[in-house]
Nanobody, 125 residues
Framework: QVQLVESGGGLVQAGGSLRLSCTASGRTFSSYAMGWFRQAPGKEREFVAAISTTGGYTYDPGSVKGRFTISRDNAKNTVYLQMNSLKPEDTAVYYC??????????????????WGQGTQVTVSS
């Protein structure tokens, strides 16, 4: 069992930055690939970024490339999402997710077994 707790969300002006954190319980964090997803009101949950167990591979869709960076610190059981140049359309609840082992299709939320409760990010124009 893995429990995930996100933090770092909040209200920011367009063009600003936020860093989200997701801390996992347990001693096997380094065995889990991690992902970030987001869900805006009335929309499907969408993939934001993912990172392999060691951090050697990262994945992100073109919509956030160059603005969002995923990273992890296995010693701290934490995965981060650095978000720069934020836009109002980035407003959503952001969730972290965990999958044991390798990711076959990082953008597929069905791959991830464990999910956090989410943290709200609001970007004002």
């Amino acid at each position: 069992q893995v429990q995930l707790v996100e933090s770092g969300g909040g209200l920011v002006q367009a063009g600003g930055s936020l860093r989200l954190s997701c801390t996992a319980s347990g001693r096997t964090f380094s065995s889990y690939a991690m992902g970030w997803f987001r869900q805006a009101p009335g929309k499907e949950r969408e993939f934001v970024a993912a990172i392999s167990t060691t951090g050697g591979y990262t994945y992100d869709p073109g919509s956030v490339k160059g603005r969002f960076t995923i990273s992890r610190d296995n010693a701290k059981n934490t995965v981060y999402l650095q978000m720069n140049s934020l836009k109002p359309e980035d407003t959503a609840v952001y969730y972290c997710a965990a999958k044991f082992g390798w990711l076959l299709l990082p953008s597929d939320r069905n791959e991830y077994r464990y999910w956090g409760q989410g943290t709200q990010v609001t970007v004002s124009s």
